[in-house]
């Protein structure tokens, strides 16, 4: 059975900071590309920052320079700092998984909520 379980999410005051982790089980990691989305109230799920199998990364313009995403094949997880945090920033962010064979062979976390605001 596969799970990837996130934690790390809180309320934060602007300007803030936040560590996303997720941990997987049920897969071979290494060969997953990872990635973290969001999705605001009344917004479609966007895509935040993701990692591939050989370590690339790439972000979305709206946080790059303020998030970094990271991954421990040796631990199963991946990682979301996010530094200078705003209140646009507020969603409910999800880790996922997608084999680096067969990009529909996807799974998601179950998300956790991430609150910016004074």
């Known amino acids: 059975q596969v799970q990837l379980v996130e934690s790390g999410g809180g309320l934060v005051q602007p300007g803030g900071s936040l560590r996303l982790s997720c941990v997987a089980s049920g897969i071979t990691f290494s060969g997953y590309h990872m990635g973290w989305y969001r999705q605001a109230p009344g917004k479609q799920r966007e895509l935040v920052a993701l990692?591939?199998?050989?370590?690339?990364?790439t972000q979305s313009d709206s946080v790059t320079g303020r998030f970094t995403i990271s991954r421990d094949n040796a631990q199963n997880a991946v990682y979301l700092q996010m530094n200078s945090l705003n209140p646009e920033d507020t969603a409910v962010y999800y880790c996922n998984a997608e084999y680096r064979f067969r990009s529909s062979l996807r799974y998601w976390g179950q998300g956790t909520q991430v609150t910016v605001s004074s």
């Open positions: 990692i591939t199998t050989g370590g690339s990364t």
